[in-house]
């Protein structure tokens, strides 16, 4: 349920491509911060002076959550479609965590410009979220499978 109404069907799919929109649009905005903050920093400033350690860390922790993205979506995706009926609304929820989490990628590319990293540091982790949630569309051609055999079930509509 939300807002009220249940999940499923074409309502899902709507809700799914304005999620992913949402998110891969904030990355945009990530990288044009990263962008103003290289532009204002003062040469004094230089990306030798940041903590090598922590953005060391940061990076390992991109590189986490990138690979368990995936790993976690698949998990939650298994158990909204162990039960029955499907829980539509866990099925969103799995995308909505997936995306999210390749999303906090390009925001740790922002987290290491301020840190005094470089530009190309952000660009690689902006590329690598917004490659990341390409990677997971919404709506994809197995669920909108799924969501067909059960709209003929029920003789709802199908998604488009």
Do not use: H
């Not at 074409?10 to 799914?16: A, E, K, N």
């Not at 929109?21 to 962008?35: D, E, M, P, Q, T």
């Not at 991109?62 to 995706?77: D, H, N, Y």
């Amino acid at each position: 349920m939300l807002g009220g109404r249940p999940i499923g069907g074409d309502r899902l799919v709507r809700i799914q491509k304005i999620l992913w929109a949402v998110f891969l649009g904030s990355i945009f905005f990530y990288l044009a911060a990263a962008l103003l903050v290289i532009a204002l920093r003062s040469p004094a400033d230089s990306p030798a002076s940041s903590l090598p350690t922590l953005r060391l860390a940061l990076v390992a922790l991109a590189v986490a959550e990138w690979i368990g993205s995936f790993w976690l979506r698949r998990l939650l995706l298994v158990r909204a479609f162990a039960e029955e009926p499907i829980r539509w609304g866990a099925v969103l929820g799995a995308f909505v965590f997936g995306w999210g989490f390749q999303e906090s990628i390009a925001l740790i590319g922002l987290v290491l410009v301020l840190l005094g990293g470089t530009l190309l540091e952000a660009l690689l982790l902006c590329a690598g979220s917004f490659l990341g949630i390409l990677l997971m569309p919404p709506a994809p051609g197995w669920l909108r499978a799924r969501l067909s055999a059960e709209a003929s079930n029920s003789g709802e509509s199908a998604p488009p």
